[in-house]
């Protein structure tokens, strides 16, 4: 018998998880009884009452079960001490937070997923940007332009497939110059770019958090009371500043009062589904049912799924969705099925520069994450693997695009640029 421990999903010191074996970010262990580090050792548990706080949270408890989600766990913020995220490859035996106090740090944590998910992503490089010219000792505009492009480069590199990453680095970079073609000294002009950097990078995280809060609103409408929801990947709070996208969706239909419960794939082979959705809805309250991935087709010919809920890392002008590999499955199984698929995402993710999803890139992760789990073979040594990290679902099998300024229907050549224009969105 193999027992695999879910702590060692990605081991200290592999390249999946940055740590002190390589120069990752610090890291701490949080108790949320205490709101401190949690002794080596111990386990968390929560209070008698249910309610669990978020380390160094000095809010009081609430039983809003919106509230109560918000101050449960962040995926990211800015602190004195860096950027502070909550490492997803731990979860969700362990609860570990990562500080990164370079833009190299944040890059990594991308690359190797400790933070993941197109919008969070997104908000990462923002951050990684910020501290790349917090640090920088530029004297000059050239060296702080240099040094903004150091910085953005190495980002950049990380995930090609998530846009919300490029949108992210072109506004600071706008914002940047912006600074620069001001009034002042070149010294003056430095520091206020610094400063404006670190605020424009907050204001990506809150910016992300009311448009999830907005789609959330937007989306509810399509689902009935007493609904199965199925969902792939993680598409939640985990996947964004918070709140979530699809999973957005979820929470704002059950603040309504609606009665949803959510099929959540696991979602081969990081597991995002089994490890981080089915974790973020319990911590929530939200009732869970984990399948694994080839069974979605069983239950929705069996009736007992009604609607499919997932988010997107970049969308084309023509509603064709690069999301998590196996989306496109589910997809074509919806439509077997006659079940609508709804794709929740921000105006941030679309890209109307493309055509069409046969022009997005598809990221092709290491194969030895196919063939490895926990470190552990599961494929004989020598065997081919391969790993595209997204795939494309075509906009035909999609019955609506949700949006914090709305809902797009076909055709999708129009009602997302007509969204795009009116939210004043680039495109």
């Not at 602190?79 to 990164?100: A, F, H, K, N, W």
């Not at 003056?188 to 992300?208: G, N, V």
């Not at 009732?287 to 929705?300: E, K, Q, R, Y």
Request: charged fraction near 25%; charge should be positive; glycine fraction near 10%.
């Amino acid at each position: 018998m193999i027992i695999i421990a879910w702590n060692r999903l990605f081991p200290p010191g592999c390249p999946s998880n940055p740590g002190p074996a390589d120069g990752g970010g610090a890291y701490a262990k949080y108790d949320r009884r205490s709101g401190g580090p949690r002794p080596q050792g111990s386990r968390a548990r929560p209070r008698s009452d249910g309610i669990i706080a978020v380390p160094n949270n000095g809010a009081a408890h609430t039983t809003n079960p919106r509230e109560r989600f918000r101050q449960m766990f962040k995926t990211i913020e800015w602190t004195d001490d860096g950027v502070r995220m909550i490492d997803q490859t731990r979860l969700p035996s362990e609860e570990v937070y990562r500080t990164y106090r370079d833009y190299q740090g944040v890059a990594e944590a991308i690359r190797s997923m400790v933070i993941r998910g197109a919008p969070a992503i997104g908000v990462a490089a923002a951050m990684g940007i910020a501290l790349g010219l917090k640090n920088s000792s530029a004297r000059t505009l050239e060296e702080l332009r240099r040094d903004f492009e150091a910085a953005a480069e190495a980002l950049a590199k990380t995930r090609p497939t998530a846009v919300n990453l490029f949108w992210s680095i072109e506004r600071m970079r706008r914002r940047m110059e912006a600074c620069l073609a001001g009034g002042g000294s070149d010294a003056e002009k430095i520091e206020k770019a610094r400063s404006q950097m670190i605020e424009e990078a907050q204001r990506i995280l809150a910016e992300d958090i009311a448009a999830n809060e907005a789609m959330g609103r937007h989306g509810a409408a399509l689902l009935r009371d007493a609904t199965t929801v199925l969902t792939h990947c993680n598409a939640g709070a985990l996947a964004t500043g918070g709140y979530g996208t699809a999973l957005g969706v979820v929470r704002a239909a059950r603040a309504a009062g609606k009665r949803i419960h959510v099929f959540a794939d696991e979602t081969r082979p990081f597991l995002q589904g089994a490890r981080l959705t089915a974790w973020e809805l319990a911590q929530d309250g939200i009732p869970v049912t984990l399948i694994t991935d080839n069974m979605a087709g069983h239950f929705m010919r069996q009736g007992k799924i009604h609607a499919v809920v997932v988010g997107a890392d970049r969308i084309a002008a023509n509603g064709d969705v690069a999301n998590k590999i196996g989306t496109y499955t589910v997809a074509v199984l919806a439509h077997e099925n006659n079940i609508p698929f709804y794709v929740a995402a921000p105006l941030a993710t679309l890209d109307l520069r493309l055509k069409s999803g046969l022009e997005i890139p598809i990221e092709e992760r290491s194969a030895e994450e196919v063939k490895r789990w926990a470190g552990i073979p599961i494929a004989p040594e020598g065997v081919d693997a391969r790993h595209p990290a997204f795939d494309v679902t075509p906009h035909r099998y999609i019955s609506a695009i949700i949006t914090e300024r709305g809902i797009a229907r076909p055709p999708y050549t129009r009602s997302l640029r007509e969204l795009s224009a009116a939210a004043g969105a680039r495109g």
